[in-house]
């Protein structure tokens, strides 16, 4: 936000420099981002008096002056129409440098113009950067003597670029900001003085009639009609100060409403009466399909969520944005009705988002204005009007306050101990008050204070604590290093697990994807189908999604993930590997209470691997991404997590993954997520060429499993025997099948077995494998016999020969 200085010092004394007054601001919390102090380029200029002024001898147009600069008289060359003798001028001496337009400056030197000498200039308004006239000179007043500095005239303005943090609406205004000055500096506030002349020949409420919608989003709404109104340009002091703090004057009744908005932060809107059809004034929610031409001259189609001000017949106003060309201020109107309201925070929010118009109204009103100061910037408004533009103001005003708006002030209490425990500093409790009730707070009696309207930031005591230091200023409360030790609490599991995948999946080779927490429902769609009985095939769309590619919350990462590796494949032909930890969200079906989120999230692990996994040195070609790998990485993965898991057949097969080629991952009696290949149509949708193997699990499952304490078994110390088995069994045989089978046999001192090879080819039937296992024995007491070990194994063979689906070699 501009704030300038000069209009500071209307509401409050401020003799410090421009500098210091920036330094008060950034102590208090108003941070200041940045300065203009355009004086500085116009220290030379020097006001001045001419003395004589003939014509040129040479030009039809051109001024031989001479001019006393309070030192010595010098001729000077002028072009101005108005020039004469007897005038008070500003003139820029030789030395003097003058800005541009174009970035560049102007430096003052002895010149010859048509043969006669110059030793300066003598200035415009707008070569001094004081307005855009370039009519002519700009003439002081005679009372000024020659020789005094020209920026002492306190014409130049300095202004600040103050950074206003959302919850303190109060310091969107120049009397906000002047008001915490004011209690920095202990110094008064100037009241609010201006004079309001009622006409009484006629009733406001006789001209224009008022109706507002109950529960509309407008609780407070004031209205005043002044008639005889002379529409023209701002008087000098009002345009540039809204040119100080960026904004341009557009008419004398337009421009009052501009600076009470700058001035004490309440929005105000004049409307022509003349083109309000039906003299009514109807503030409601829009009706479906409504359009409105905005200032701006843009059309918008309204929905029933917006606010407007109305006519007798149509939308005259988005309530809180911006008004519409069809009542606007124009050089013919002589009937004004100038509204004052107060606006729900939320609703002006919404349409403004929607209607993608941000305005100095909006801005405010979505933070919060001053709940009681409708009826006083209204009059303050009209007295303004009347100043700048004469009219009449009619007497009384059309006025609606709901049974929703807020009337009374809260009262929040203070202790003084609290102000030293969170401080650390000893204040006596006249200081507090002190303070306190320069912000505006009104003492009650003990440490009572009520709250006033401009602050709807201060609920709680240490609210009004954190003033306090900011008024005593926070480079003045001394701080001490506290002599204890400080142990870090544990990180929480869910980090911990967090942090294993990550430095395990990385040490494998993958890299991790840190991705926007939002995805598109076509990528859903192309993933899990359309919405069925899949939680996952329904994400909750977002109200305002930045993007169709960023329209709903993730229910998976797969979608996401497989994204990724269709751009990487196009930027980086050979090898994807990728994994990312992130939150899949789901929307329940209903909300147990207000503060019920309505969400449920689950952490959520996936990792995909593409194209060529492994390249030999000797190998021909690559080899591309097979089902074996992902379940390598799996399993190693879950090694390093201290789990054993077991890759199983899935009961219900994911729509995803090819349906030959998947499984899921089992940890004990816990099915932790899926496994396997991308199912090709799939593949096809993301338009991804590579062979694609992912994996995801359910890291809920995966902390619980990993909570289960591990009960350490010894090793043995005996010597072990290994035997092999070789059996053929059908192609569609697993070896998770076959492990289940060799398990349940219980053979005495079989400590493992382990699949060795696994063989299809020349000697082997069609629609048959050969795979031969090696067993291991070992006994934990004893050091086994070949006759111990070969009986048992003999018993191992009798119970597979036995098995109708196991033949034997």
Request: net charge negative; hydrophobic share 40%.
């Amino acid at each position: 936000m501009k704030v300038s200085l000069n209009w500071l010092r209307r509401h409050v004394d401020l003799p410090e420099s421009a500098e210091d007054v920036a330094k008060a601001l950034t102590s208090i919390g108003l941070e200041v981002e940045g300065m203009e102090e355009p004086a500085k380029q116009y220290e030379k200029l020097v006001v001045a008096k001419v003395l004589t002024c003939e014509a040129h001898p040479d030009s039809d147009h051109l001024h031989i002056t001479t001019v006393n600069d309070g030192k010595e008289t010098l001729q000077v060359v002028c072009g101005a129409p108005n020039v004469a003798a007897g005038q008070t001028v500003v003139l820029a001496p030789i030395g003097a440098e003058l800005p541009l337009p174009d970035g560049k400056s102007l430096k003052m030197k002895k010149s010859k113009i048509r043969g006669v000498e110059s030793f300066g200039m003598i200035c415009a308004e707008d070569e001094i950067g004081l307005s855009d006239d370039h009519g002519g000179i700009m003439v002081l007043d005679d009372s000024i003597p020659a020789g005094t500095p020209f920026i002492s005239l306190g014409l130049y303005d300095a202004t600040f670029e103050l950074n206003v943090t959302p919850n303190r609406p109060d310091a969107l205004s120049h009397r906000g900001v002047a008001r915490e000055l004011a209690a920095k500096f202990n110094r008064p506030l100037k009241p609010l003085a201006f004079e309001l002349k009622e006409d009484n020949s006629a009733e406001a409420s006789s001209k224009i009639k008022l109706t507002v919608e109950p529960g509309a989003g407008c609780s407070r709404y004031v209205g005043r009609v002044i008639e005889d109104v002379q529409v023209g340009p701002s008087p000098s002091w009002l345009a540039r100060l809204l040119k100080s703090v960026g904004l341009n004057s557009v008419n004398n009744v337009v421009d009052v409403t501009n600076f009470v908005l700058m001035d004490v932060g309440q929005p105000l809107h004049s409307f022509d009466m003349a083109k309000l059809s039906g003299a009514e004034v109807v503030v409601r929610k829009a009706r479906a399909g409504e359009k409105i031409e905005t200032l701006d001259h843009k059309e918008h189609e309204l929905t029933t969520a917006d606010l407007v001000i109305c006519d007798g017949d149509k939308p005259s106003c988005v309530a809180g944005v911006m008004g519409g060309v069809e009542s606007e201020i124009t050089e013919t109107t002589t009937k004004v009705f100038l509204e004052s309201a107060w606006f729900n925070p939320t609703v002006v929010r919404k349409q403004a988002h929607r209607l993608c118009t941000s305005t100095d109204s909006s801005y405010r009103f979505e933070r919060g204005i001053d709940y009681s100061m409708q009826r006083e910037a209204d009059d303050y408004a009209c007295a303004l009007i009347q100043q700048v533009a004469g009219g009449k103001v009619l007497k009384g005003t059309v006025e609606y306050t709901g049974d929703d708006h807020q009337k009374k002030p809260w009262v929040v209490s203070l202790r003084a101990s609290r102000v030293t425990k969170v401080l650390g500093i000893t204040l006596p409790e006249e200081d507090i008050i002190r303070y306190l009730t320069g912000i505006g707070l009104k003492h009650l009696g003990e440490m009572n204070f009520e709250i006033p309207p401009f602050r709807p930031d201060l609920e709680r005591e240490v609210d009004l604590i954190e003033d306090v230091a900011r008024l005593v200023g926070f480079d003045n409360i001394p701080y001490d290093v506290p002599s204890f030790k400080i142990k870090p609490n544990d990180l929480p599991a869910e980090e911990i697990l967090g942090r294993k995948i990550r430095y395990a999946l990385s040490a494998l080779g993958l890299h991790e994807c840190i991705s926007l927490r939002f995805t598109s429902a076509a990528n859903t769609a192309k993933v899990f189908g359309e919405p069925g009985d899949d939680p996952r095939s329904k994400p909750a769309k977002l109200l305002n999604a930045l993007s169709e590619e960023l329209g709903c919350v993730p229910t998976s990462l797969i979608p996401i993930l497989l994204k990724s590796v269709a751009d990487n494949e196009k930027n980086r032909p050979g090898s994807v590997r990728l994994f990312e930890n992130g939150k899949a969200q789901f929307k329940n079906a209903t909300r147990q209470d207000d503060r019920d989120p309505g969400f449920t999230e689950k952490p959520v692990l996936c990792a995909v691997i593409a194209g060529h996994y492994k390249m030999e040195a000797l190998d021909d070609k690559p080899r591309e991404v097979e089902f074996a790998d992902i379940k390598g990485l799996a399993i190693s993965l879950f090694k390093r997590l201290g789990l054993t898991v077991e890759i199983r057949a899935a009961e219900k097969p994911e729509v995803f993954l090819h349906p030959g080629k998947q499984a899921v991952i089992v940890c004990g009696n816990s099915v932790l997520g899926s496994i396997g290949v991308l199912h090709p149509a799939v593949q096809k949708a993301f338009d991804i060429s590579y062979a694609t193997a992912l994996f995801e699990v359910d890291l809920e499952k995966v902390l619980k499993a990993t909570e289960k304490k591990v009960i350490f078994t010894p090793f043995s110390r005996q010597g072990f025997m290994t035997r092999d088995i070789s059996m053929m069994v059908a192609e569609r045989m697993t070896n998770e099948a076959i492990l289940q089978k060799l398990n349940a046999f219980k053979v005495k001192n079989l400590a493992k077995i382990e699949l060795k090879s696994v063989y299809q080819g020349a000697g082997v039937q069609p629609g048959e494998k050969n795979m031969v296992y090696t067993f291991t024995y070992q006994s934990m007491t004893e050091t086994l016999t070949d006759e111990t070990v070969n009986k048992a194994h003999d018993k191992l063979r009798e119970k597979l020969s036995a098995d109708s689906e196991i033949t034997l070699r």
